[in-house]
């Protein structure tokens, strides 16, 4: 059941495009750039959610994916504090699976973190999920490999969208990988997928973009 926001306010791309299209929007055409509008009511996608942060007058989102019934993945910078150092309490944490315009399957809220990367944290949710997570596999992808992404971009921010037709680029510095997913600020922490042939899985965050425009994620270990 998807309760209402009272706080806070494709064998390549064709084979899983239609994956994808089993919650896109009706009538919903792919944007110029590659992204496509996702309804999250199917698995993985209902397992993605919109994640707020709250401050002293000020608040940001970024985009988690459920990994565990009680764990969400996401990056470390999204929890950093906003005007000091440090990172908020947990407690300031909403995460919102399956976010849709104002409405969403669940609201969970942070209770603790464990940093797992540079930029990789898992955050401890107050409770279980009732939805399925998505897993998680660290892979050494090859260049050219296909990629997907979905997140809450800050164009399109009560929306999820996927690029369902992207590319692992290379290895970038400090173990960080180089992709063409287009994905922008509100896409941090959003998931980068690969099709195992049994399902999508995680296999990276997406964490910014270079100078030249290359989207940068860094890959679980």
């Known amino acids: 059941m998807r309760r209402h926001l009272t706080t806070f306010a494709l064998a390549g791309a064709l084979g899983l495009l239609s994956v994808l299209c089993i919650g896109a929007t009706p009538g919903t055409a792919r944007a110029e ?92 949710l107050d409770r279980a999920s009732s939805l399925v997570p998505v897993a998680m596999k660290p892979v050494t992808p090859a260049t050219g490999d296909s990629l997907f992404q979905g997140g809450y971009s800050s164009d399109r921010s009560h929306v999820l969208t996927a690029d369902p037709a992207c590319k692992y680029l290379g290895p970038a510095a400090q173990g960080r990988w180089l992709h063409d997913c287009e994905a922008v600020s509100g896409d941090s922490g959003a998931p980068i997928l690969r099709d195992t042939g049994h399902g999508l899985v995680v296999v990276a965050i997406h964490i910014g973009r270079a100078a030249d425009g290359t989207g940068i994620a860094e890959p679980l270990r």
């Open 33 to 124: 750039d590659g992204r496509i509008t996702v309804r999250p009511d199917v698995n993985p996608w209902n397992a993605i959610g919109r994640l707020n942060v709250s401050g002293y007058r000020a608040q940001r989102h970024c985009t988690a994916t459920l990994v565990e019934p009680r764990i969400a993945l996401t990056a470390w910078h999204c929890l950093l504090q906003f005007f000091r150092d440090g990172v908020v309490d947990p407690r300031a944490v909403h995460f919102l699976p399956g976010y849709d315009r104002g409405s969403f399957h669940e609201h969970l809220r942070g209770v603790g973190y464990e940093r797992k990367g540079d930029d990789v944290v898992l955050i401890t």
